[in-house]
């Protein structure tokens, strides 16, 4: 087993995981094409960009490491997205999943949730992007869900 912390883009680390298992990973085999099925049902919980091209002829190691080919260094954008992990481990149900793969500690609130954010979030509903709250709170997330 391997703890995993996520590397920023400057390689500082972000998120940090739970002991992380990649022999069992790799026994699944590629997940390239799962990914891809999710992107096209709708159900892949963040914006794909260009994930399905760089999917098309991914290895099993750039399946969920992308850019692999490219790099000389690890970076955040050769690590797993959670939308990734999303496509097979979809239980969401936000504060309690969240400790399933990342230690209580893990500092994974955006900067826009602060203390008062309740009180405050309905000034900012007009710039709010809805689709990347989905990657912690779900696709099912309506505002209604709180309200």
Not at 33 to 57: C, F, M
Not at 92 to 97: A, D, K, M, V, Y
Not at 122 to 144: E, R, Y
């Amino acid at each position: 087993m391997l703890a995993l912390v996520l590397l920023g883009a400057d390689t500082k680390p972000a998120a940090p995981l739970k002991p992380f298992s990649h022999k069992k990973h790799l026994a699944v085999g590629n997940i390239a094409p799962v990914i891809v099925r999710a992107i096209d049902k709708g159900t892949y919980l963040s914006p794909p960009g260009n994930l399905k091209t760089l999917l098309a002829n991914a290895t099993q190691c750039e399946a969920c490491h992308r850019g692999l080919r490219d790099s000389d260094e690890m970076t955040r954008a050769n690590m797993p997205r959670m939308a990734d992990c999303l496509v097979c481990h979809d239980h969401i149900e936000p504060p309690f999943s969240c400790t399933l793969c990342h230690p209580k500690d893990a500092k994974l609130k955006p900067a826009t949730h602060t203390v008062d954010f309740l009180d405050t979030h309905p000034k900012l509903v007009k710039n709010l992007d809805k689709g990347s709250c989905a990657v912690c709170h779900g696709q099912k997330f309506t505002c209604l869900g709180c309200h």
